[in-house]
């Protein structure tokens, strides 16, 4: 069973939710500079490249880089979806609901199919309105 975060502005449509898988990213871990094009993650690239500079002008041996190059891509497969996240969450995104299920379509399924039993959120009262219920 996967989590996943369904995230969303707030003047978007919930068709156009985004699906995340919470947890360790393999293509992070594989492709670490290519999954961080992809998902626009420029700071973390340039962290990346930095430190793949400094690995390179350390005297660690042929060993010692690979597994300091090992443990800098386990690190973004690791931490590469809250990388995503908070950059999501930047740009005005935020967290509506978190789902599991057994593969994307089926968290997909189980979102939407509560979104559309649950009963509509009464919009709030002006500031300084009486609330619903409220005596005069």
């Given at each position: 069973m996967?989590?996943?975060?369904?995230?969303r502005d707030e003047e978007m449509p919930a068709a156009d939710s985004l699906f995340l898988?919470?947890?360790?990213?393999g293509g992070a871990f594989l492709l670490a500079p290519f999954w961080l094009l992809r998902h626009g993650l420029w700071l973390p690239l340039l962290g990346y490249v930095l430190a793949v500079i400094g690995i390179a002008l350390l005297s660690v041996g042929?060993?010692?880089a690979?597994?300091?190059l090992l443990a800098l891509h386990a690190f973004f497969g690791l931490e590469g979806q809250a990388m995503r996240?908070?950059?999501l969450t930047k740009r005005g995104y935020a967290v509506r609901s978190i789902v599991a299920g057994d593969e994307l379509?089926?968290?997909?399924?189980?979102?939407?199919t509560d979104l559309a039993l649950a009963p509509p959120r009464p919009s709030p009262a002006p500031w300084g309105a009486p609330a619903e219920g409220d005596r005069p």
């Open positions: 996967q989590v996943f975060l369904v995230m898988r919470d947890g360790f990213s042929l060993e010692g690979v597994i300091l996240i908070a950059d379509d089926d968290a997909e399924l189980r979102y939407f």
